[in-house]
T-cell receptor
């Protein structure tokens, strides 16, 4: 059964303090790994798609990387507006279309 | 705004009542998905349409739940005889031909009292 585990569950950073969020996955043939940002009371906002080990994607202060077992979301010099829940999801060859999500990491960046 | 839209945004209902939610996907997206999200958890898959065909349903989708996409455009999700355990955020997403990337709507927050 496909599984996604994110750690830590919650992370508090000072503004400017860089860190990484982890997403570990077990899937039967990875076809894509996705990162989303979710603000309270809103739907997830698409950030990145990674397709194969070694791939990296960047957007502003965020950088996502992928290995055969996990993905990292690196946050460089975060700002308070980066505070949100970050969700990781996988799409595997065993599925017709659904994404399997982790439980998310809630990030709080203090000024 | 050309993103995914959902209505209503909030719904409060009494236990035992029926509710219906609507989702309008991004124009020309042929795939549409429904997910349910409870507090502190990631979204859980409910069902998936390609055009008007419902291709997959989760075991989470009991007989009280039904979804339609009659003309391959908007979709509706109906919950009959609501229970307190149905209280959650119901999310709709869509993706285009040849793409795995799913774009989510703002969700419908259901509260069953």
């Amino acid at each position: 059964e496909d599984q996604v585990t994110q750690s830590p569950e919650a992370l508090r950073l000072q503004e400017g303090e860089s860190s990484s969020l982890n997403c570990s996955y077990t899937v039967s043939g990875l076809r894509g790994l996705f990162w989303y940002r979710q603000d309270p009371g809103k739907g997830p906002e698409f950030l990145f798609t990674l397709y194969s080990a070694g791939e990296e994607k960047e957007k502003e202060r965020l950088k996502a990387t992928l290995t055969k077992k996990e993905s990292f979301l690196h946050i460089t010099a975060p700002k308070p507006e980066d505070s949100a829940t970050y969700l990781c999801a996988v799409f595997s060859s065993g599925n017709t279309g659904k994404l399997i999500f982790g439980q998310g990491t809630t990030l709080q960046v203090k000024p | 705004d050309t993103g995914v839209s959902q209505n209503p945004r909030h719904k409060i209902t009494k236990r035992g009542q029926n509710v219906t939610f609507r989702c309008d996907p991004i124009s020309e997206h042929n795939r549409l998905y429904w997910y349910r999200q409870t507090l502190g958890q990631g979204p859980e898959f409910l069902t998936y349409f390609q055009n008007e065909a419902q291709l997959e349903k989760s075991r989470l989708l009991s007989d009280r739940f039904s979804a339609e996409r009659p003309k391959g455009s908007f979709s509706t999700l109906e919950i009959q005889r609501t229970e307190q355990g149905d209280s959650a955020m119901y999310l709709c997403a869509s993706s285009g031909p040849g793409s795995y990337e799913q774009y989510f709507g703002p969700g419908t927050r259901l509260t069953v009292t």
